[in-house]
């Protein structure tokens, strides 16, 4: 999720070549919020005792937008290739600019959604409070203790009353790795980068070799978890596939749909099948119930490339209303992904209280969240100024 100038009436148009990557980042916000959008009447169905509690259409209709949506986290890696590959200047100015963005609002939200929970209590609400707005949380504690416990834990885990920080773990993993990386893309051939690219996607078979074939393979076993692929495997092979596309892959509409459709089709349903197959089961773990959701599968690299090519096309004016809307949303980006699981809980009630229809309930909470956590940050951003970055990126 990188930063982009936002514009104003004074300032020169967005150039051109950057406005398809802010859509591609609302895009991909819409498919991260409907992921979560799910979770308050989902988390029950899927890992909870008694998990017919859940209203049976409305998971039902949880797996259907769960699967078409998986190329959320993908998109936004790729929009870090797009917009970051190859790395301009020195590594340590790399760092100085981009870690101290992510880390410190990352830190400060952290401690938040953790000590939340505790203030919950200190208001006098019921422990089921706890639930209702973190409906995959570990406990419904409500105890100092408990948060500063979890506070503790942050420079090394996350917990699932904030489950949306695993990516940020993940991305600052990524910007220490881009100038190493930079450096090999910034003089590899094209022929090079598909090498790598064939490399990383036999390696995204990897969670259904290892489920359905053989745990330890490729020479991995008990005291060895760096196996044959594990050097090409992971988001990197996201980043350089939205380099790859963008310096290479310049089709017309015609070839560009004919060759997402087919991606698309192939991939959801892959996806799909493969969860509900999956969520049948008796005795499923989390491990199983993840695995057809997993970001680095075949399905979910077809479904995320099947998205992609066709928003690369995308044309609008530079100046316009549109182009500016999707700029504020770049610079606001960061923030909204930190604070807008906040009002998970806030969709869900209202699509409930509005007898949203079944298959509505998802986008439509989806958009709720976005509508409130994007005001919010906006908001903030104007009232902050410059010292909003450490708050919100």
Same mark, same amino acid.
């Given at each position: 999720?990188?930063?982009?100038?936002?514009?104003?009436?004074?300032?020169?148009?967005?150039?051109?070549?950057?406005?398809?990557?802010?859509?591609?980042?609302?895009?991909?916000?819409?498919?991260?919020?409907?992921?979560?959008?799910?979770?308050?009447?989902?988390?029950?169905?899927?890992?909870?005792?008694?998990?017919?509690?859940?209203?049976?259409?409305?998971?039902?209709?949880?797996?259907?937008?769960?699967?078409?949506?998986?190329?959320?986290?993908?998109?936004?890696?790729?929009?870090?290739?797009?917009?970051?590959?190859?790395?301009?200047?020195?590594?340590?100015?790399?760092?100085?600019?981009?870690?101290?963005?992510?880390?410190?609002?990352?830190?400060?939200?952290?401690?938040?959604?953790?000590?939340?929970?505790?203030?919950?209590?200190?208001?006098?609400?019921?422990?089921?409070?706890?639930?209702?707005?973190?409906?995959?949380?570990?406990?419904?504690?409500?105890?100092?203790?408990?948060?500063?416990?979890?506070?503790?834990?942050?420079?090394?885990?996350?917990?699932?009353?904030?489950?949306?920080?695993?990516?940020? %773990? #993940? &991305?600052? *993993?990524? +910007?220490?790795?881009?100038?190493?990386?930079?450096? $090999?893309?910034?003089?590899? @051939?094209?022929?090079?980068?598909?090498?790598?690219?064939?490399?990383?996607?036999?390696?995204?078979?990897?969670?259904?070799?290892?489920?359905?074939?053989?745990?330890?393979?490729?020479?991995?076993?008990?005291?060895?978890?760096?196996?044959?692929?594990?050097?090409?495997?992971?988001?990197?092979? %996201? #980043? &350089?596939? *939205?380099? +790859?596309?963008?310096?290479?892959?310049?089709?017309? $509409?015609?070839?560009?749909? @004919?060759?997402?459709?087919?991606?698309?089709?192939?991939?959801?349903?892959?996806?799909?099948?493969?969860?509900?197959?999956?969520?049948?089961?008796?005795?499923?773990?989390?491990?199983?119930?993840?695995?057809?959701?997993?970001?680095?599968?075949?399905?979910?690299?077809?479904?995320?490339?099947?998205?992609? &090519?066709?928003?690369?096309?995308?044309?609008?004016?530079?100046?316009?209303?549109?182009?500016?809307?999707?700029?504020?949303?770049?610079?606001?980006?960061?923030?909204?992904?930190?604070?807008?699981?906040?009002?998970?809980?806030?969709?869900?009630?209202?699509?409930?209280?509005?007898?949203?229809?079944?298959?509505?309930?998802?986008?439509?909470?989806?958009?709720?969240?976005?509508?409130?956590?994007?005001?919010?940050?906006?908001?903030?951003?104007?009232?902050?100024?410059?010292?909003?970055?450490?708050?919100?990126?």
């Amino acid at each position: 999720m990188m930063q982009q100038q936002s514009i104003s009436a004074t300032k020169p148009a967005i150039p051109e070549r950057l406005v398809w990557c802010d859509a591609i980042r609302l895009l991909a916000f819409f498919f991260l919020l409907c992921c979560h959008a799910a979770d308050p009447f989902y988390a029950a169905a899927t890992y909870a005792a008694g998990g017919d509690t859940a209203a049976p259409e409305l998971v039902g209709w949880g797996t259907r937008w769960g699967s078409l949506v998986r190329p959320c986290v993908p998109l936004f890696v790729m929009l870090t290739g797009v917009l970051s590959l190859p790395v301009r200047g020195s590594m340590t100015r790399f760092y100085g600019r981009r870690i101290p963005r992510v880390l410190f609002p990352f830190l400060i939200w952290s401690v938040a959604y953790y000590m939340t929970p505790w203030l919950t209590g200190v208001l006098n609400f019921d422990s089921s409070a706890v639930r209702h707005m973190f409906p995959w949380a570990e406990s419904d504690s409500q105890t100092l203790q408990d948060g500063l416990a979890l506070v503790a834990r942050i420079p090394y885990s996350f917990s699932f009353i904030a489950c949306h920080m695993w990516y940020i %773990y #993940m &991305l600052i *993993g990524l +910007y220490l790795y881009l100038p190493i990386f930079s450096a $090999w893309v910034e003089r590899a @051939t094209r022929r090079e980068k598909e090498i790598f690219l064939l490399l990383w996607l036999l390696s995204t078979i990897l969670p259904y070799f290892t489920t359905y074939v053989s745990h330890y393979c490729f020479g991995t076993c008990e005291w060895n978890s760096f196996g044959l692929f594990y050097y090409f495997a992971g988001f990197s092979g %996201y #980043m &350089l596939l *939205g380099h +790859y596309i963008r310096e290479y892959v310049h089709w017309g $509409w015609g070839r560009t749909m @004919t060759v997402s459709i087919p991606l698309l089709a192939v991939g959801l349903a892959t996806t799909y099948m493969g969860y509900s197959h999956i969520m049948a089961l008796p005795d499923r773990t989390p491990e199983m119930v993840e695995l057809f959701w997993t970001y680095n599968t075949p399905n979910v690299v077809m479904m995320t490339v099947a998205w992609f &090519l066709p928003m690369c096309r995308l044309r609008m004016d530079a100046n316009g209303h549109m182009a500016r809307l999707l700029a504020n949303l770049t610079a606001c980006g960061f923030g909204i992904y930190m604070i807008h699981y906040y009002f998970v809980y806030t969709g869900f009630c209202m699509g409930e209280w509005l007898g949203i229809p079944a298959p509505l309930r998802i986008p439509f909470s989806a958009v709720v969240i976005l509508v409130c956590s994007w005001s919010i940050v906006a908001m903030l951003r104007h009232l902050m100024g410059k010292s909003a970055r450490y708050l919100l990126g």
